[in-house]
């Protein structure tokens, strides 16, 4: 017997505007395969109570989002979540969701 599941995942995508008004999504996810880069900022933060950390893909080292950390903890905790730039995980052709490449296999 061949038994098919179709797996859906709703994901909560938020639009942002950057310094030069330029609109952009990110998605919010507990764990990501990333590497973060310099010191923790606390301000010019999208979440109030959360530092800022810019991330990069381990592969190519573009940098694709943010770590966030509540602004109470130690230098050292780890980030709680992470702001993923969308048009840098993944884009839509035709109506197909594309992964970038970095982010496969």
């Known amino acids: 017997m061949l038994l098919l599941y179709r797996l859906y995942v709703f994901i909560l995508l938020q639009e942002f505007v950057n310094p030069q008004k330029i609109p952009f999504e990110v998605l919010t996810v507990r764990e990501a395969d990333v590497l ?16 800022w950390t810019i991330i990069v893909c381990p592969k190519c080292k573009s940098h694709i989002g943010w770590a966030f950390t509540p602004t109470i ?15 840098k995980v993944y884009y839509e052709i035709d109506g197909h969701t594309v992964v970038q490449k970095s982010w496969t296999g």
């Open 36 to 51: 973060p880069v310099g010191a923790r900022v606390s301000s010019d933060t999208f979440f109030p109570g959360y530092d």
């Open 73 to 87: 903890s130690p230098a050292d905790s780890e980030p709680e979540f992470y702001a993923l730039i969308r048009e």
